[in-house]
């Protein structure tokens, strides 16, 4: 396993479209993430996955935003009628089960959408 | 609600200088962890440390060093004998006794940019 995969790298789309990221977690990681990160800031938390059920969701995801699980491997977030202030880093980031390695969550290279 | 400061926008120091970032933490939490990211210009985050709060005692590996300090809420991150390698932006992050992220995921500083002058 080489670590967290993110699809596509970069993303242009016209605004009103929708987009869709996919994120392939470290196979052994039950914990999956998605956070986004505008130019000049640290990311910024979204939504988190335990296996399949998303457990946690940042009032920063619209209702433009919906992510998923469907069987607690990867994940997909889509953005529905998409905004120029969308334009940002979308980050993938797993974990293993508590207590499973000491190593904090492992990040993807991200996806980057520019909405023009 | 938790928050993270990163005081220092940017640094530019001569290669072979020590370096140290500061980071400022407030939470109500009082089980949480502390990270350190290091996100070259590539962008993926790196995972520098991982630190619980009942650990105050300050940790090296090889260059790198953290100082936690519990009655300042400060984790402080030193590079010693900087190299142009080390060039990259330097995320600090607090995240909640679940470690799932709590109600807030992690929580990062708005970052150190670090240039390492040859």
């Known amino acids: 396993d080489t670590g967290v995969s993110q699809d596509p790298r970069h993303k242009i789309t016209k605004r009103g479209q929708n987009v869709t990221f996919r994120c392939d977690p470290i196979?052994?990681?039950?914990?999956l993430y998605w956070y986004r990160q505008t130019l000049g800031q640290g990311p910024e938390f979204l939504t988190y996955?335990?296996?399949?059920?998303?457990?946690?969701k940042s009032r920063l995801l619209s209702d433009r935003f919906s992510a998923e699980r469907p069987k607690g491997s990867f994940s997909t977030l889509e953005i529905q009628r998409t905004e120029q202030g969308d334009s940002a880093m979308y980050l993938c980031?797993?974990?293993?089960?508590?207590?499973?390695?000491?190593?904090?969550?492992?990040f993807g290279s991200g996806t980057r959408l520019t909405v023009v | 609600a938790q928050k993270v400061t990163q005081a220092q926008t940017e640094i530019s120091v001569v290669e072979k200088e020590d370096v140290t970032l500061d980071c400022v933490y407030e939470?109500?939490?009082?089980?949480?962890?502390l990270f350190w990211y290091k996100q070259p210009p590539s962008g993926e985050l790196v995972f520098l440390i991982r630190?619980?709060?009942?650990?105050?005692q300050n940790e090296i590996s090889g260059r790198y060093s953290w100082n936690f300090q519990k009655s300042t809420s400060s984790f402080n991150f030193t590079i010693t004998a900087s190299q142009v390698v080390d060039s990259a932006v330097y995320f600090c992050?607090?995240?909640?006794?679940?470690?799932?992220?709590?109600?807030?995921?992690?929580?990062f500083g708005k970052g150190t940019h670090l240039i390492i002058q040859p």
């Open positions: 980031a797993s974990s293993p089960p508590t207590g499973q390695g000491d190593y904090g969550y492992t």
């Open positions: 196979s052994e990681h039950n914990r």
């Open positions: 996955f335990q296996n399949e059920a998303q457990l946690e």
């Open positions: 939470t109500r939490d009082t089980t949480y962890y």
């Open positions: 630190r619980n709060s009942f650990d105050e």
């Open positions: 992050a607090l995240s909640g006794t679940s470690l799932g992220g709590g109600a807030d995921g992690l929580t």
